[in-house]
Nanobody, 123 residues
Framework: HVQLVESGGSSVQAGGSLRLFCAASGDTSRGYCMGWFRQPPGKRREWVAA???????TYLDSVEGRFTVAQDNAKNTVYLQMNNLKPEDTAMYYCATKSRGSWSSCSSLDFEYWGQGTQVTVS
């Protein structure tokens, strides 16, 4: 079992930056990829970005070039650096991990373990 805890969410002005953190604990050795997701108020959760154990990354088109996902394996932490934030980025942000699957499946909502989320508000 894996536990995930997100942090770093805050309120910022448009054009600002935030770094979100996802700290993993438990059986982290079985992780295959880590994903970031968001759920705007009143909308469905959507996939934002993912990174696999080899450092390969992929992004939602609307965040490509503004968001960067990275990992520190020694600290069992994954980061989401968000630059040039826009009001439409306002959402609860979640991280999740899965222990198996194809690389394409890392760009879906099909993940096993989820954190509780951290709120990002852009005005």
């Amino acid at each position: 079992h894996v536990q995930l805890v997100e942090s770093g969410g805050s309120s910022v002005q448009a054009g600002g930056s935030l770094r979100l953190f996802c700290a993993a604990s438990g059986d982290t050795s079985r992780g295959y990829c880590m994903g970031w997701f968001r759920q705007p108020p009143g909308k469905r959760r959507e996939w934002v970005a993912a990174i696999d154990t080899d450092g390969r990354t992929t992004y939602l088109d609307s965040v490509e070039g503004r968001f960067t996902v990275a990992q520190d394996n020694a600290k069992n932490t994954v980061y989401l650096q968000m630059n040039n934030l826009k009001p439409e980025d306002t959402a609860m942000y979640y991280c999740a991990t899965k222990s198996r699957g194809s690389w394409s499946s890392c760009s879906s909502l099909d993940f096993e373990y989820w954190g509780q989320g951290t709120q990002v508000t852009v005005s």
